[in-house]
């Protein structure tokens, strides 16, 4: 996340402490449990996951490929949150820069007015923004909820990014527009790839929430369906096994890809050296 | 431009000073409008909205637009918002501790320690969070469950032969939800802060014969204090607004605020009501806001 | 100057001639510091400060921390603006300009080296900024690489070459786009001795061959004394005496410069009689050479400056002009010098600078002190 | 300067005025002014349907495009008030709402839906006769919900842990032998209901004061026995399959035990001899629908046997009152559904009603909550 993140041949592999790294093994074997059982019941012959197993069967991986909603769902929901985390980075990105590096009033108040969208309850800034879309009726679905979604993600958004400037050596940027590079260019050419590790961190933290939330999106959404739309709504009958697949098949594909991506890295690294 | 500046007075530095505060004040703001305008708009705005909500009354399911406290009258006289807050902030408070004191050794070994895969680990805390949060919930309860993998892996041990009933819809459960669902939110942070310790300092702190876990101590963790500041400053937030994992693992057997506040709005449909119960608990968390962010202070001295 | 590629520039200075043409006046060269003040808050940094570069001169801000000395290089950069004052270089008024706009480079403390190029992107960064010809990018690129001995190493990363390396890095990014005022802003503060001697007669010879301007900003007299043309020797906010490194040295104005650069010893007097040039130092008449005397009022209370290297001891049982007395305190021995303090009644210490072959007093010994009356200043 | 001053306060006050312009337009509801309905006979459409689940099945959704040509969007919701909210805030121009009987009044008082005139809807004539003349489903004497699907709540229990002679107690619920072993869902009205109900109150819906001080201690002192108060079905009936509960109380019991039923639980729904109580869920148009005759073709169309077949035996397995579905399932199907204990559970059980004093309710279910 940081910029240091970039630099990966880094002499240090993993001769930390036995316990230190039992122990973080540990953390992420809790992390990844449940994950283990939802995955582990999408292969379970039964329509309701619970102990005793019935038996092995990929029926659920059908059902849920064969399902035009939940799959429609999942791609919409991909879709409004990549939108909505992409947004919601953009318009962090200058107002952290100006926080963490230029004097400004009333600092606190702008911090505080950033925080705030985290502690009201979703259904409040549901209903807030629902009624504010009164004005505009036709933003109702799919805009709309990459509004709300950049609106309650923004906040940290902004608040992480200026953490993390706070640490980046100013002479950078000096050096730059000293050597003749307009505020722009220094931009794009030196803090933008300096920054690059904590914006991506940013952009798939802000897609984790907005992959996952229902209230304010459903209050907002028309008659567009996300997937969380989709799975809480389900939750009047059972759960049924399909959600298991696709939420397996979500954790699998990311898990290899982030594996893929990072093995791309060390080899680009290797090359490099 | 160049035409209007080039002037050869012999001194013109309080153009030069005006135009370049003008040139400053412009990135300042040009910069923060996108995310102000964004807020006002899609937060304030309805917010404000709610606002005047709140000095409105419900009468039969239909607003009286007559202007009246008696909305927060309520609230301030009423035992069971006072408890419901009480136990939010007891749970701000846990999550905000205990998540600090798991994640850091977690985020220390990520920074330091994991070489070459830090990326892929940071990116393996955050992954399973893309699994709604339903069907996690659903997972764990299949883990604590009275028939759940744990207790038939005691039993089938020998280790018990009673199925422990305290695992799930207990407070129990509760503490493993909220750890669950609060660490990455300290990792991330904390690993960013670790991060920026040069292992230089480390090194040089046990040169000086400081043990390992001393240098930890002295060096590593005050440097790291910030991070650790940004993660609690949001734990403690998100912790406040925190319902979902109580009702979902806890059994919804006790009233947070947030709770209350969705009471209002649904069960009672007195929005009114509801509003001022937010703008309350908005403005309680502001002033806790703007002391830890003096807390924060600190680390914007360069 | 060879930034005619860069339309910025260009426009700036056609104007710049219009403007000095329509005057009929010739264009003005250097760079012109005039009565630049900067306050923050109620503290001033820079207090009306005015100094003169000629082109190709090397002039070395000299001062403790504090001084203000990066505060000036930082306005003349771009990075802090003037609250009064004008900047001009090569006749052109710059304070409205922002630091892209100048043609100024600077040399940073910490090098600033863009972690994310290789040396020979950082080298280019300039050139591509100011949008010039690849091949040209490259051309220049390479003779740089040449210029600062790293040749072969362009593809490296800058984490990957040594501090020395790193160093002249930094000076080749600046270098290469031929400002008109190179900054440099304690360049060698992160070097060793060795490394540090090294540079500073490579800097020295690349300012002289390429004829560039240099503004260099250091704490450490010596480096100033070697390498420049003028110091400016600054103490808060404020030029104490601008002049070439000899006469900073050997006729420092203010007790302030001949403290700082080289040591000297300060003694307070008051002026006995000015015709004649007598003072009186710890109760004790002494002459002053006449032309220091000048202009002085009997009465008034003065520092006499006297270096360290200008004090004899008289060996036992002699004694020295102007005949003073007093305890040996430390004798610091530093090999080709040695340092010896003495202390006389009262609070008056003084310290002399005796050169290599001297016999050296014991501690505790009673010595005659004194000096030639022609190394005596009299400083404000 | 004065003048100067006179126009900038002028101008504050026009500024004032816009926004308070801006401000209550959108904070009011509904505008009354407005028609109450665009068009008298004319099926426009599309019919926009706010809804619980079940009413987004494709086949109803074609099933009426094919009798009038006219697109249906369903937007599901999770719980009544979700509903009134989204109706309440008036940003989407829903034609047809979906709450239970009991939000019936609710809704009509808000001012979102329009009376209904029986003679638009002949499929209701189907209707089983108990359903009829409740006075839930009106208000101010004009019936504003035609009732679909409906549902039991009694006492849903594992039949390893707890016998069907022990359920026939309803104070078995209080019995320490069940301690941490009752699941329920947040459904204030209904509990608060029963209780009153098996306190011997001749008519629950009514009590208040002393009378509801000590329902509500009745149900804090059923809290001990309490599993887990859920916010949804799902969770109640996983608690029962998996064994985290022993006995469901209310929450939909019919629909809870079928679902236990299916997933192969030795479970049953038991009513107490102190009765059962009964609820069921309603269309209703929603005020200045622009899709008037659409709308009552639609409700018309959902209340048939064929739609409300559909409707029973679709994702879910839900009650519904039309007493002809029995031609559109199979015997099976119907038995399944318990369709042919409606007579039995009428005599042993009421339609729960909706409370007099709601707001009264609302406080002591935040009561119990808290507690």
Redesign the interface.
């Known amino acids: 996340?940081?910029?240091?993140?970039?630099?990966?041949?880094?002499p240090?592999?993993?001769?930390?402490?036995v316990a230190?790294?039992a122990?973080?093994a540990l953390?992420?074997a809790?992390?990844?449990?449940?994950?283990a059982?939802?995955i582990l019941?999408a292969f379970d012959d039964?329509?309701?996951?619970?102990?005793p197993m019935a038996g092995l069967t990929l029926d659920w991986f059908g059902k849920a490929f064969s399902d035009p909603d939940l799959m429609a769902s999942l791609f919409v929901s991909i879709k409004l949150a990549l939108s909505s985390a992409v947004l919601a980075t953009?318009?962090?990105m200058?107002?952290a820069?100006?926080?963490?590096w230029?004097e400004?009033r009333l600092r606190?108040l702008?911090?505080?007015?950033?925080?705030?969208?985290?502690?009201?309850?979703q259904?409040?800034?549901g209903?807030?923004?629902?009624?504010?879309?009164?004005?505009v009726?036709d933003l109702?679905g799919s805009p709309a909820i990459i509004?709300?979604h950049?609106?309650l993600t923004?906040?940290?958004a902004?608040?992480?990014l200026y953490?993390?400037l706070?640490?980046f050596?100013?002479?950078?940027l000096?050096?730059?527009?000293?050597?003749?590079?307009?505020?722009l260019?220094?931009f794009f050419?030196?803090i933008l790839?300096?920054a690059a590790?904590?914006l991506l961190?940013v952009m798939?933290?802000a897609f984790?929430d907005a992959?996952?939330e229902y209230i304010v999106a459903?209050?907002?959404?028309?008659?567009t369906e996300t997937?969380?739309?989709v799975?809480?709504?389900?939750?009047?009958?059972?759960?049924s096994p399909a959600?298991?697949a696709i939420?397996s098949v979500?954790?699998v594909v990311?898990?290899v890809l982030?594996?893929l991506s990072?093995i791309w890295?060390?080899r680009q690294?290797r090359s490099?050296? | 431009m160049a035409g209007t500046t080039i002037t050869p007075a012999a001194s013109y530095g309080s153009t030069a000073q005006a135009a370049s505060v003008k040139r400053?004040r412009g990135?300042?703001i040009?910069?923060?409008a996108?995310?102000?305008l964004?807020?006002t708009?899609?937060?304030?705005?309805?917010?404000l909205?709610?606002l005047v909500y709140s000095f409105w009354t419900m009468r039969d399911y239909r607003l009286d637009y007559t202007f009246t406290l008696d909305n927060y009258v309520a609230i301030f006289t009423n035992p069971i918002y006072f408890k419901a807050f009480l136990l939010s902030l007891q749970v701000a408070l846990f999550v905000t501790v205990i998540c600090a004191v798991?994640a850091v050794?977690?985020a220390?070994?990520?920074a330091?320690?994991?070489?070459?895969?830090?990326?892929?680990?940071?990116?393996?805390?955050?992954?399973?969070?893309?699994?709604?949060?339903?069907?996690?919930a659903?997972?764990?309860r299949?883990?604590l469950?009275e028939?759940?993998?744990i207790n038939?892996g005691l039993e089938l041990t020998g280790v018990i032969e009673q199925p422990f009933s305290f695992l799930l819809y207990s407070p129990t459960a509760i503490v493993i939800g909220l750890?669950?669902a609060y660490?990455p939110l300290y990792v991330?942070?904390l690993?960013?802060s670790f991060?920026?310790v040069h292992?230089n300092w480390i090194a040089a702190a046990q040169d000086l014969n400081a043990t390992?876990m001393r240098a930890f101590w002295e060096v590593t963790f005050p440097l790291a204090l910030?991070?650790l500041m940004?993660g609690a400053?949001?734990c403690f937030?998100?912790g406040?607004?925190e319902?979902i994992v109580p009702a979902l693992l806890g059994g919804g057997k006790s009233l947070m605020i947030?709770q209350a506040?969705?009471l209002e709005?649904?069960l009672r449909q007195n929005?009114p009501g509801?509003?001022a119960l937010?703008i309350v608990?908005?403005a309680i968390?502001?002033a806790i806001?703007?002391v830890s962010?003096?807390w924060?202070r600190p680390?914007?001295a360069? | 100057m060879d930034n005619q590629a860069?339309p910025e520039l260009l426009v700036v200075n056609m104007i710049g001639t219009g403007i000095t043409a329509g005057r009929d006046v010739a264009p003005e060269k250097g760079v012109r510091v005039d009565g630049v003040t900067k306050r923050y808050g109620s503290s001033t940094a820079v207090d009306n400060v005015s100094i003169s570069i000629e082109p190709g001169e090397f002039v070395t801000l000299l001062g403790p921390s504090g001084c203000g000395k990066s505060t000036l290089l930082r306005m003349i950069?771009?990075?802090v603006i003037p609250d009064d004052g004008d900047i001009r270089i090569d006749g052109q008024s710059v304070v409205a300009l922002?630091?892209?706009k100048r043609n100024?480079?600077?040399v940073?403390?910490?090098y600033?080296l863009?972690?994310?190029r290789t040396v020979a992107q950082n080298l280019a960064?300039?050139l591509r900024?100011?949008r010039l010809p690849r091949p040209e990018i490259e051309r220049r690129v390479d003779r740089m690489l040449e210029m600062i001995e790293l040749r072969g190493l362009g593809e490296r990363?800058t984490?990957?070459i040594s501090g020395g390396q790193a160093q002249r890095v930094a000076l080749g990014?600046?270098l290469i786009?031929e400002p008109a005022l190179l900054l440099l802003d304690e360049p060698l503060g992160a070097l060793d001795l060795k490394l540090r001697r090294q540079m500073q007669a490579e800097l020295k010879r690349i300012q002289r061959e390429m004829k560039l301007t240099f503004l260099y900003v250091t704490h450490d007299q010596e480096e100033a004394l070697t390498m420049s043309d003028r110091i400016a020797v600054m103490r808060a906010g404020r030029v104490e005496q601008y002049a070439a490194p000899s006469e900073i040295y050997n006729n420092p104005t203010t007790a302030f410069v001949a403290d700082f650069v080289g040591e000297a010893n300060l003694l307070p007097a008051v002026v006995a009689e000015p015709s004649s040039g007598l003072v009186v130092v710890a109760g004790r008449k002494l002459r002053i050479p006449p032309e220091q005397a000048r202009g002085l009022v009997a009465g008034s209370s003065v520092s006499l400056a006297i270096r360290s290297e200008a004090v004899q001891l008289a060996p036992p049982g002699a004694s020295v002009e102007p005949g003073l007395a007093g305890t040996v305190e430390e004798v610091l021995f530093a090999g080709s010098t040695a340092k010896v303090i003495v202390r006389f009644e009262g609070e008056l210490t003084l310290i002399a600078t005796l050169g290599a072959g001297t016999p050296l007093p014991e501690r505790g010994q009673q010595v005659g002190v004194g000096w030639r009356e022609a190394d005596i200043r009299i400083v404000t | 300067m004065s003048t100067f001053r006179n126009s900038s306060s002028r101008r504050d006050v026009l500024r004032f005025a816009a926004s308070a312009a801006m401000f209550s337009?959108?904070?009011r509801q509904v505008d009354f002014t407005r028609p109450a309905f665009a068009s008298e006979d004319k099926l426009t459409g599309p019919l926009?349907v706010l809804a619980?689940?079940g009413y987004d099945d494709p086949r109803l959704i074609e099933g009426f495009k094919e009798l009038t040509g006219i697109d249906v969007?369903?937007?599901?919701?999770?719980s009544n008030s979700?509903q009134l909210?989204?109706v309440r805030?008036?940003?989407?121009q829903f034609d047809i709402v979906n709450p239970d009987a009991v939000w019936t009044t609710k809704f009509a008082q808000s001012g979102l839906t329009l009376p209904l005139d029986p003679a638009d809807i002949p499929s209701l004539s189907q209707m089983f006769p108990q359903f009829r003349n409740n006075t839930d489903i009106q208000y101010e004497g004009k019936m504003y919900g035609a009732p679909t699907r409906f549902g039991i709540n009694g006492i849903v229990h594992d039949l390893d842990k707890l016998s069907a002679a022990d359920a026939e107690e309803a104070h078995v619920l209080w019995d320490p032998k069940l301690r941490e072993r009752v699941s329920i869902v947040d459904w204030a009205e209904l509990y608060i209901y029963m209780t009153a109900q098996w306190a011997g109150n001749p008519a629950p819906e009514k009590v208040t004061g002393a009378d509801l001080d000590a329902a509500i201690n009745r149900l804090i002192e059923f809290k001990p026995n309490l599993r887990a108060l859920h916010d949804?079905?799902?969770?109640v009936?996983?608690d029962l399959?998996?064994g985290d509960s022993w006995a469901v109380w209310g929450a939909s019991s019919d629909n809870v035990a079928r679902?236990a039923k299916?997933?192969g639980k030795n479970a049953k729904l038991t009513l107490p001899k102190q009765g059962g109580a009964m609820w069921m869920e309603t269309l209703q148009i929603v005020r200045g629908t622009p899709n008037l005759a659409t709308a009552k073709a639609y409700i018309n169309y959902m209340t048939g046997a064929k739609a409300l077949a559909i409707m029973a035996w679709g994702?879910?397995q839900f009650c519904v009152t039309n007493a002809e579905v029995s031609k559109y399932l199979t015997a099976e199907q119907y038995k399944f559904l318990d369709l042919d204990k409606v007579d039995e559970w009428f005599a042993h059980s009421v339609v729960a009603k909706a409370p007099d004093d709601e707001k009264a309710w609302a406080d002591a279910w935040l009561n119990f909550k808290a507690a």
Request: glycine fraction near 8%; hydrophobic fraction near 55%.
């Open positions: 996340m940081s910029a240091g993140t970039v630099k990966l041949g880094r240090n592999p993993a001769k930390g402490g230190l790294t122990y973080t953390i992420f809790f992390l990844y449990l449940p994950i059982v939802i019941f039964k329509p309701v996951p619970g102990l953009a318009i962090a200058p107002a820069m100006v926080l963490a230029r400004v606190t702008v911090m505080c007015l950033l925080l705030a969208p985290i502690v009201v309850p259904i409040v800034i209903l807030g923004l629902v009624l504010l879309f009164r004005l009726p109702i509004i709300a950049t609106t923004a906040c940290y902004t608040m992480i953490s993390r706070l640490g050596r100013r002479s950078y000096e050096a730059a527009m000293d050597l003749g590079a307009s505020d260019r220094v050419e030196i790839p300096l590790p904590a961190a798939l933290l984790t992959f996952g459903w209050f907002v959404a028309g008659f997937l969380p739309i799975i809480w709504g389900s939750m009047r009958g059972v759960l959600i298991n939420s979500i954790i990311s898990l982030s594996a990072q890295i060390i690294s490099s050296s | 400053e990135h300042i040009a910069g923060l996108p995310v102000l964004w807020q708009l899609f937060f304030v705005i309805p917010m909205i709610l798991l050794p977690v220390y070994f990520i330091k320690k994991a070489g070459r895969w830090r990326v892929m680990l940071l990116v393996m805390v955050i992954i399973p969070f893309w699994v709604s949060l339903v069907m996690r659903f997972a764990w299949l883990l469950g028939r759940g993998f038939r750890v669950y660490l991330l942070p690993y960013a991060d920026k292992d390992p910030p991070g940004v400053v949001f937030i998100f406040l607004g319902y947030s506040i969705r709005f649904e929005w509801g509003a937010s608990l908005m968390v502001m806001l703007a962010l003096r924060l680390e914007t360069r | 860069e950069s771009g990075f922002p630091p892209f100024t480079a600077m940073f403390q910490d600033a863009f972690p994310h960064f300039g900024m100011r990363s984490d990957q990014r600046a786009v | 337009a959108i904070a926009n619980w689940t969007n369903v937007k599901e919701a999770q979700d909210s989204l805030a008036g940003t989407t949804d079905l799902g969770s009936k996983s399959i998996n679902s299916m997933a994702k879910e």
